[in-house]
């Protein structure tokens, strides 16, 4: 099978577990349909050219994978036979080393890794075959022309995969606090909280670390796209790729980013060493002028007045802290909220659902999304100004409803 650039394939964008939806949804707003959606990925179709458009522009996908070929097989063989037909000489070039990751789940297969073996000796030896020369493969993605396998029961699919090192790495975040988040996931929690949509609200990120869910709300609101400045994608390295294209595609995401949105955006922590971090990723990222910082203890962080969303990232308990100081940390942020947040939209997002019950709010809604591989919710509280919030108090200010 030939395949060309501008030819329709499908076109995968692969996501943490629980951001599936906010996936669906950014690729919905860039014009794609979503046909096939997993845990962890969303299916579109597209050339070449959208794929890059997809790598500039989405916010929470890790990876964009492009298909280049399906086939039913049964065993490590068959799938060596199957990508040995591939015309791997005509997509990557050989002066730059490929490299193979995958997932594979058949009977036959102990370990992954045996599989993305196969694949690699069986894209090495196609090129022999076909060039006389051999490329070097390589164990990092990084500089890299990449290819994706997928392999499960009978079925098996070939991607090259056109992003190479994970989206997450947007290039601003040189230096990280304790326990940052990762760029994508910050971001599907920023767009499943509705950030961005009212553009009269402002964001308060107490608890900030390394200023990542500040970063990124700026870049939403900007209208920035994520992919802008990041000079490295393995997308670069393939065989006649449009790179006048891809030049295209970025001036018109210049052309739609907004340098100096009206927003009220603020992030604050308690450690002056993680708002030196924060400040110095944010200059980097473009926006220290649009993020106002401060250094104190987060009941503190001046507030503006609504509408206005305030989201904090607690330390969970399992990676950093002990859990007893957190019970209180918790406990006060509950009192926080009733007590300053009033009219304002406040979340938070965590690992520790224990421990998010010490806040003694009811949440009135409930996200689940996994941080790597710890379960996290992103739980929303309204907090009502007057009666209502004299109400929701009194109900729910004692042990509080258990999230879920
Ligand atoms: C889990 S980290 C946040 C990580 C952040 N989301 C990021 O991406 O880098 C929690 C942060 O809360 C801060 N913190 C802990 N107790 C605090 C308090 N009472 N007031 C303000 N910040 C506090 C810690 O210094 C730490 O930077």
Redesign the pocket.
């Known amino acids: 099978m030939k395949m060309e650039w501008t030819e329709k394939t499908w076109i995968v964008a692969t996501c943490g577990r629980g951001c599936a939806e906010v996936l669906k949804g950014e690729l919905r707003a860039l014009g794609y349909e979503p046909q096939d959606v997993s845990a962890t990925s969303v299916g579109v179709e597209g050339t070449l050219r959208d794929a890059m458009r997809l790598n500039l522009w989405l916010r929470t996908a890790n990876r964009v994978l492009f298909e280049v070929g399906g086939f039913e097989i049964d065993s490590a063989d068959d799938l060596y036979a199957a990508v040995r037909e591939l015309p791997w000489e005509q997509w990557l070039r050989p002066d730059a080393p490929f490299h193979v990751h995958g997932v594979a789940q058949h009977p036959s297969i102990r370990d992954p890794r045996f599989a993305v073996l196969r694949c690699k000796d069986a894209i090495a030896d196609r090129f022999v075959d076909r060039t006389g020369a051999r490329p070097d493969s390589t164990s990092t993605p990084d500089g890299a022309s990449c290819v994706a396998l997928y392999w499960k029961d009978q079925s098996a699919q070939l991607f090259i995969d056109t992003s190479g090192a994970p989206l997450s790495h947007r290039g601003y975040r040189w230096r ?6 990762r760029e994508t996931l ?1 971001a599907s929690i920023l767009l499943e909280a509705g950030w961005g949509r009212n553009g009269a609200e402002a964001f308060i990120g ?8 500040a970063i990124e709300a700026a870049w939403i609101v900007q209208n920035r796209a994520p992919g802008l400045d990041r000079e490295d994608y393995a997308f670069l390295r393939l065989n006649g790729v449009d790179a006048a294209a891809w030049q295209a595609l970025k001036a018109e995401a210049r052309a739609k980013f907004v340098a100096a949105p009206r927003t009220w955006i603020a992030a ?4 002056a060493q ?1 708002i030196a971090c ?1 400040r110095e990723n944010a200059e980097r990222a473009g926006v220290d002028r649009l993020i106002r910082f401060h250094t ?4 503190d962080t001046p507030l503006p007045k609504p509408p206005a969303l305030v989201l ?5 308990g399992e990676r ?1 802290g002990a859990e007893e100081r957190l019970v209180a ?1 918790y406990e ?1 942020i509950g009192t926080y909220f009733k007590d300053k947040c009033q009219g304002l939209r406040a979340l938070v997002f965590t690992g520790n659902l224990p421990l998010s019950r010490k806040i003694s709010l009811h949440p009135v809604r409930r996200v689940a999304m996994w941080n790597g591989d710890i379960e996290c919710r992103l739980l929303e509280y309204d907090i009502y100004e007057g009666t209502r919030d004299a109400r929701l108090i009194r109900k729910h200010g004692g042990a509080g409803s258990p999230p879920q």
């Open positions: 990280a606090w304790v326990a940052p988040l910050a107490p608890m900030c670390g390394s200023g990542t869910l604050s922590d308690v450690d993680a924060a104190c203890d987060f009941r904090m990232n607690p330390e969970y950093m940390l006060s």
